[in-house]
């Protein structure tokens, strides 16, 4: 047991974040990217009907497979990633149970996937980047997502001084929201209305860390410390840390970080360094991805 002692000693918190807008994979990127992940993972990224979403999901699962195979010194082509019935990712090796208390979570969207990881933990991560709604105004568009916020959230996303800036809150709490549930892994059907922010400070700095905001479950104050920081002008990070739970009848982990971690972000080269292919190569795959148009028509033109 000296070795896993060792592991929580020297492993820290790990924060990566990868921009899959400006990666615009050659033939040789692409089908190495595909032999770097499972089968079934190929298949799923596969599906993707827009080049954009097809990155985006690889782009995660080659954080995920950097992770373990650095930080757990797991072989790249040893991992083996399942998921619960919910979703969530989860490694299924078992090796001393070096891993039992390491948590990981990743988060897509807009231009960047994130990952964010924990030696003794519990960690759920979310990025939300603010984009005009795809048909209507954002009054309308509030309108529509009324239940999701209380209150008190609604009051303070109205309080913004412009709908540019009230868009730009709603998209912070949402995150923080995602964050929440993605930790506890209970996925959709989760009431919203259940978790309440008081966020702070109103404005947040590009590449700064924040953890001053506080969340009320069923109207109390729950332990749990959220992360928050801006990768640029329209991205929110949000990471949400508790504390590890265990099963009956043992003891509760108190340890959460105390150090802010900042995102690095990595380029593909950083990505797949420690790579080590699964499966042989399929030129099918280029063609399949290369037919794919990039994004919808109508997303060129909604963001600032």
Same mark, same amino acid.
């Not at 990981?104 to 960047?112: A, L, M, P, T």
């Not at 916020?149 to 303070?156: G, L």
């Not at 949000?238 to 802010?260: C, H, I, N, R």
């Given at each position: 047991?000296?070795?896993? @002692?060792?592991?929580?000693?020297?492993?820290? %918190?790990?924060?990566?974040?990868?921009?899959?807008?400006?990666?615009?994979?050659? !033939?040789?990127?692409?089908?190495?990217?595909?032999?770097?992940?499972?089968?079934?993972?190929?298949? !799923?990224?596969?599906?993707? #009907?827009?080049?954009?979403?097809?990155?985006?999901?690889?782009?995660?699962?080659?954080?995920?497979?950097?992770?373990?195979?650095?930080?757990?010194?797991?072989?790249?082509?040893?991992?083996?990633?399942? !998921?619960?019935?919910?979703?969530?990712?989860?490694?299924? =090796?078992?090796?001393?149970?070096?891993?039992?208390? +390491?948590?990981?979570?990743?988060?897509?969207?807009?231009?960047?996937? #994130?990952?964010?990881?924990?030696?003794?933990?519990? #960690?759920?991560?979310?990025?939300?980047?603010?984009?005009?709604?795809? @048909?209507?105004?954002?009054?309308? +568009?509030?309108?529509?997502?009324? !239940?999701?916020?209380?209150?008190?959230?609604?009051?303070?996303?109205?309080?913004? %001084?412009?709908?540019?800036?009230? $868009?730009?809150?709603?998209?912070? $709490?949402?995150?923080?929201?995602?964050?929440?549930?993605?930790?506890?892994?209970?996925?959709?059907?989760?009431?919203?209305?259940?978790?309440?922010? =008081?966020?702070?400070?109103?404005?947040?700095?590009?590449?700064?860390?924040?953890?001053?905001? =506080?969340? +009320?479950?069923?109207?109390?104050?729950?332990?749990?410390?959220?992360?928050?920081?801006?990768?640029?002008? @329209?991205?929110?990070?949000?990471?949400?840390?508790?504390?590890?739970?265990?099963?009956?009848?043992?003891?509760? *982990?108190?340890?959460?970080?105390?150090?802010?971690?900042?995102?690095?972000?990595?380029? +593909?080269?950083?990505? #797949?360094?420690?790579?080590?292919?699964?499966?042989?190569?399929?030129?099918?795959?280029?063609?399949?991805?290369? @037919?794919?148009?990039?994004?919808?028509?109508?997303? *060129? *033109?909604? %963001?600032?």
């Amino acid at each position: 047991m000296a070795a896993v @002692s060792l592991l929580r000693f020297t492993m820290q %918190s790990v924060r990566w974040a990868f921009h899959c807008a400006s990666w615009v994979p050659c !033939r040789e990127e692409w089908l190495l990217a595909m032999r770097l992940v499972q089968p079934e993972e190929q298949e !799923r990224i596969g599906q993707f #009907v827009f080049a954009r979403d097809a990155k985006a999901a690889m782009a995660g699962r080659l954080l995920i497979r950097k992770l373990i195979a650095e930080k757990l010194q797991i072989p790249w082509n040893e991992i083996v990633l399942q !998921r619960t019935s919910k979703g969530k990712p989860y490694l299924t =090796n078992d090796i001393l149970g070096i891993h039992s208390n +390491f948590n990981f979570n990743v988060s897509h969207q807009g231009d960047y996937a #994130v990952l964010a990881a924990e030696p003794d933990c519990q #960690v759920g991560i979310d990025i939300m980047k603010t984009n005009l709604p795809g @048909s209507g105004s954002i009054p309308a +568009f509030f309108r529509i997502m009324k !239940r999701q916020f209380t209150e008190a959230e609604w009051r303070v996303i109205k309080s913004m %001084s412009n709908e540019w800036l009230q $868009l730009d809150m709603f998209y912070r $709490l949402w995150a923080l929201k995602e964050s929440f549930i993605k930790a506890i892994g209970v996925g959709i059907g989760f009431n919203l209305q259940r978790i309440e922010f =008081n966020a702070a400070p109103l404005q947040l700095a590009p590449g700064k860390i924040y953890r001053e905001t =506080n969340m +009320f479950l069923d109207g109390k104050e729950e332990g749990w410390t959220f992360e928050e920081t801006r990768l640029d002008g @329209s991205h929110h990070v949000a990471v949400a840390l508790g504390k590890q739970e265990f099963g009956l009848g043992e003891k509760q *982990s108190d340890v959460l970080p105390t150090d802010l971690t900042q995102f690095t972000v990595l380029t +593909f080269e950083e990505l #797949v360094v420690s790579a080590v292919p699964l499966v042989p190569e399929d030129p099918a795959c280029w063609d399949a991805f290369c @037919s794919r148009k990039e994004s919808p028509a109508r997303q *060129s *033109s909604n %963001s600032r």
